[in-house]
């Protein structure tokens, strides 16, 4: 797709958002909920383009708000800085497990990190006396950048920084699929062997690769746990991981911007299915298995074949 | 830890075994087949359980003999499994056997999601437990040690005669021949002049109702709550990705392995127990990774 169309659509989308927002205060926790979903979804699509999905991993969403909640007790430090340390710790801890992951495709990838999450997800439940148990643990709104805000504030500024933070992220994830690491990447899907051949490790890659997506999905886990103020178990259950590829499919796997667009969808079917019917799995269930048979690409493979198909017409996508 | 409770640790874990075998049996069933992991496999378990119940009060509120309570349990699997086996399998399986294996995942997902959302509506999220059948058969001394018929005779019975009935239909049997055909290559046994739909849709009624049945003879000793389909998709998965997928004489293995680690956990230390299988799939899965039993030339994904 031409980079100023799509420039165009982003900075579109990135205004809508806004403006939205600002005219529709109640709007603002869904919105970021939406963000940090999609922040996370884009790790999933780095694994995408290896073609891999995970079933486990809400767990370094889960690990990153819990550190955010750990150290925001313990130590009340700036938002700023709790975001940052969510994500380190994610990635660490997915550069760690990531050293066994890189041995496993395919089903095994998925199921084992599945296990992983698993693992987390019951230790979190089990020891209460640390984790606050199947309750979560809860912790006071900290400073933003070193202001003391109220919620409405706060909640202001944790959104302008989660849509800069998935702006960046999003050409960041963009950028590196075209450096040689992320072709290689690809590679991995097409033709591992072929890979090697050429001399690079595929295992190393996909680490990389791998601690990458741990780290994307630490973000929008430290985001999602400082919109929320609270972290539960339930932040890295394994239905929560297999929802997270639900979004990538549904948005477009093959473009960062379709994390965002999928995210937005989910969310907004989530809130009116659940406020309608109070069954939104059926609902966001029947949509999947639409969307694999009419539209595997996603809503960005839709947008994006309007956007060939026209070049002189306007950017067809709004959210 | 004293011989009677290690004794009852070995029949919890003997008991428990049989029903996690049953489920994992018929999920790797159809992954051997149709060669994608179907994760609604839970969900089955979980309505063959809900619908159980369901007889069970029936038979209650009807007045209907006691004695029809075990048979019930039966009737309940093999209609859940048939019914949404045959459902599963024709509007969405073979409909993705050639898409890309993510998406396939994805649908099995999409259809587990749906299928916990109706259960939740036709169900409700009460907790829902007839213990009936597990009264009626009574209990039983051993060594000192009182255990309910139920479990010690019944379930462990039903699975043995569930695993050697199933080896006895793919080794002996013309039709079990051509699923096992298809196992091997779909392709080839279709130009062999093998249905294959018609064995596809075999295997997922048989696996759904493997699946069910586990879930129904659940029933009588677990309560069921919305969620318990999730939890045992992973329980069963763990017990097949153990075993290396597609085996059947090593699920039953696996879930013996599991099942006791899971029990002597309960007793030794219980903060772990939950943990036990997970444990153990992956302590397997990093020094074997295609599992204890397969070969590689057996796995073809």
Known sequence: MPSMRLAVVVAVLVAAVLGVTLWVPWLKTPVLIALADGLAVTGVIVLIRAGQVSFGHAMYACLAGYGVAFIGRALHLDALLLIALGTVAAALAGAVIGMFMVRYRGIFFGMLNLAFSMVLFSVLGKFGAVTGGTDGLRFDRPSFAGVHLEREGFEIALLALALGLAVIAGWAVQYYFRTVDGQALAAIKTNETRLEYLGISAKRVFWRAYTLSAGLCGLGGSIFALTQGLVTPEMGYWVRSGEVVFIAVLGGSAHAIGAFIGAFVFSFVKLYAAALLTAWQLVLGLVLIVMVFVAPTGIFGLIEKRLRAKPAAGHGGTP | ?301
């Open chain 2, 1 to 301: 830890m004293d011989a009677s409770l290690i004794l009852l640790a070995l029949m919890d874990g003997v008991s428990y075994a049989a029903l996690l075998f049953l489920v994992a049996l018929g999920l790797t069933l159809i992954f051997g087949v149709m060669r994608i992991l179907n994760i609604a496999h839970g969900s089955l378990y979980a309505w063959g359980g809900y619908f159980a119940a369901t007889l069970g009060l029936a038979i209650t509120s009807l007045a209907l003999p006691p004695a029809l309570g075990l048979p019930a349990l039966f009737v309940a699997a093999i209609i859940i499994g048939g019914l949404l086996g045959t459902v599963l399998e024709f509007f969405l399986l073979r409909r993705i056997l050639d898409k890309d294996p993510i998406l396939q995942l994805l649908v099995t997902f999409a259809a587990f999601m749906v299928l916990e959302d109706l259960q939740r509506l036709i169900w409700g999220v009460q907790p829902i437990f007839v213990s009936d059948v597990v009264g009626q058969l009574g209990t039983l001394e051993v060594a000192g040690v009182t255990y309910t018929r139920y479990q010690l005779l019944v379930l462990p019975s039903v699975a043995v005669i569930a695993f050697l009935g199933l080896r006895w239909f793919l080794r002996k049997t013309a039709l079990g021949r051509q699923v096992t055909a298809v196992t091997h290559h779909r392709e080839i046994a279709t130009a062999m002049g093998v249905n294959t739909n018609r064995v596809m849709w075999l295997t997922m009624a048989l696996g759904g109702a493997l699946g069910a049945l586990g879930g129904a003879l659940a029933s009588p000793t677990t309560s069921f709550t919305p969620g318990i389909g999730a939890e045992m998709m992973v329980l069963s998965f763990a017990v097949v990705a153990t075993a290396g997928l597609g085996q059947i004489g090593g699920a039953a293995l696996a879930a013996l392995m599991i099942g006791l680690a899971r029990s002597f956990s309960i007793y030794l230390m219980p903060e772990l127990e939950v943990l036990m299988p997970y444990l153990i799939m992956v302590a397997v899965l990093l020094v074997r990774p295609e599992g204890l039993f397969s070969t590689v030339a057996t796995r073809r994904i």
